[in-house]
């Protein structure tokens, strides 16, 4: 079969006012819808700071999109090497205004074939980096009066995706922990709220796991005729980040053109 193209990223053409001149750190950003979440807040004028383990395709996107943008390689796993570019993108931009908890990784598993050495290592990529990197900036975020920690999690816990058990656990997880982090950060003035992404054609996507079957679920099941892109959560994370979302905490947002 033959590859499809990646749909052009587009973006709102709306500029936050609010968001101009803010320090943003995106973990995984090197690629896929981190990519374009940096390309956005970039976009907006921000100052943006992004981790990823893919250290070529990271510093040539920072490298593309000019001085006030940075990248440092890390392998998120390492919860002590994870706080230490944090601490290094934070100190890079000026300090944090805004968490993009990002990164993930939606390897396809069998539950029969699922040892407790596995399970931890997709936790250690899909859960644990979005709580220690949301401690990591609360200092920052406080000293500063306040700031926005956006989460991301999934519809393939929704939807009942099959061979993404310990994948699905992590991002539905994502939902309880936005919640309560919301209650304990909001007397510092931080909001959490989630963005869940439907099947995002990302290049990742379309070159591992798109076929004809899944286009035509697409068609059976979007709402909206069409095919969701890295863009559309961009679009979503940076309203949720500025001030015209002030009083938004503690929510969920779908971005799935119905399908969920």
Known sequence: MSARPIPTVTYAGVTYNSLRGKGVVVTGGATGIGSDIVRGFAGQGCHVGFLDREAAAGQALAASLGATVHFEPCDVTDVAALKAAVAALSQRIGGVDVLVNNVANDQRHQIDE??????????????????????????????????????????????????????????????????????????????????????????????LWLDEAGERAMDENHCLPGRVIGADIANMVMFLAADTARMITAQEFVVDAGWS
């Open 114 to 207: 699922v040892t407790p050495e596995y399970f931890d290592e997709r936790v250690a990529i899909n859960l644990r980096p979005n709580f220690f990197a949301a401690q990591a900036v609360l200092p920052s975020m406080r000293a500063r009066g306040g700031g926005a920690i956006v989460n991301l999690g999934s519809v393939s816990w929704k939807n009942k995706n099959l061979d993404l058990s310990v994948y699905a656990t992590c991002k539905s997880a994502m939902s309880g922990f936005t919640r309560v982090l919301a209650k304990e950060v909001g007397r510092d003035h931080i909001r959490v709220n989630c963005v869940v992404p439907g099947w995002v054609m990302t290049e990742r996507q379309v070159s």
